[in-house]
C-alpha cells in the first residue's frame, strides 16, 4: 500500500486453505482475515481500510472485498471467471480480468453490476492504474507476440467507469510484462525477458 503495508502469502505453492495476515515493519504477523479460505491476489485499498481479494470455490474463482474494521466480506462477481483485483486510484472501481472475455470492471462498494471494460478474446490484465486514474495499464498475452503491454484511456462519470481504445504501449517478440505507472504519472516500470531473466 501507499502507508507500506505488505500483505503476503507464505509457503509453498499448491493447495490448501490460508489466512490473510498483516506484517508490521518489524516483520511481526497479525491476522487480518483469520477464517481460512482458497485466497489469492489481495490487493489493499488505497486508503487502507479495504482488501479485494480473490477467493476460489469449486472451479470458479469471484473477487470479494473485506472491510477489516467491520470484519465483513462483500461479494463483487458471481460468473466464477474473475480475478486479478485492481483498485482505481480513488477507490471506487476494481477492475480485473473477466477470463475468455478480455477485462471488466465493477464498483467496489458492492452497488452496481460488472460491466465490461475491454472485450477480448486474448488474456488481459489489468496492472496500473496511473495516479489520476485516465489511463489503465495492462499486460495481454498474444499468441503471435507471447506478452505485451497496452494502456486503455479511461473516462469516469456517474454511470461508471469506461475504457476508451487500447492503444499498443510495448509489443516485440520478448515477454513484457507487469506495467507499472510510477507515483507522478510520467514513468513506466516493466518486465522483459529481451535481455535475460
Known amino acids: 500500500s501507499q502507508a507500506g503495508t505488505l500483505i503476503y502469502r507464505s509457503g509453498?505453492?499448491?493447495g490448501g486453505l490460508l489466512t490473510v495476515a498483516w506484517l508490521d515493519g518489524v516483520g511481526k504477523a497479525q491476522p487480518l482475515l483469520a477464517k481460512p479460505g482458497n485466497y489469492g491476489r489481495p490487493g489493499m485499498s488505497p486508503d487502507g481500510q479495504r482488501l479485494a481479494i480473490e477467493v476460489s470455490?469449486?472451479?470458479g474463482t469471484d473477487i470479494w472485498v473485506y472491510d477489516w474494521q467491520r470484519d465483513t466480506?462483500?461479494?463483487l462477481t458471481f460468473t466464477g471467471n474473475a480475478n486479478g483485483p485492481l483498485w482505481s486510484p480513488d477507490g471506487r472501481y476494481i477492475a480485473f480480468r473477466a477470463v475468455g472475455e478480455g477485462m471488466s470492471v465493477t464498483r467496489s462498494d458492492g452497488s452496481g453490476k460488472p460491466q465490461p471494460l475491454?472485450?477480448?478474446k486474448n488474456t488481459q490484465y489489468p496492472w496500473s492504474f496511473m495516479p489520476d486514474g485516465k489511463?489503465?495499464?495492462?499486460q495481454e498475452q498474444d499468441s503471435k507476440t507471447s506478452r505485451d503491454l497496452w494502456t486503455v484511456p479511461l473516462e469516469s462519470?456517474?454511470?461508471?467507469?469506461?475504457?476508451?481504445?487500447?492503444?499498443?504501449?510495448l509489443q516485440t517478440p520478448a515477454y513484457e510484462r507487469t506495467p507499472s505507472f510510477s507515483p507522478d504519472g510520467r514513468w513506466m516500470a516493466y518486465g522483459s525477458d529481451e535481455s535475460g531473466t
Not at 489511463?135 to 495492462?138: D, Q, S, V, Y
Not at 461508471?160 to 499498443?168: D, T
Open 12 to 14: 509453498g505453492a499448491g
Open 57 to 59: 470455490e469449486g472451479s
Open 73 to 75: 466480506m462483500t461479494r
Open 118 to 120: 475491454t472485450q477480448s
Open 135 to 138: 489511463r489503465l495499464a495492462i
Open 157 to 169: 462519470d456517474n454511470a461508471g467507469l469506461r475504457a476508451g481504445k487500447p492503444e499498443v504501449f
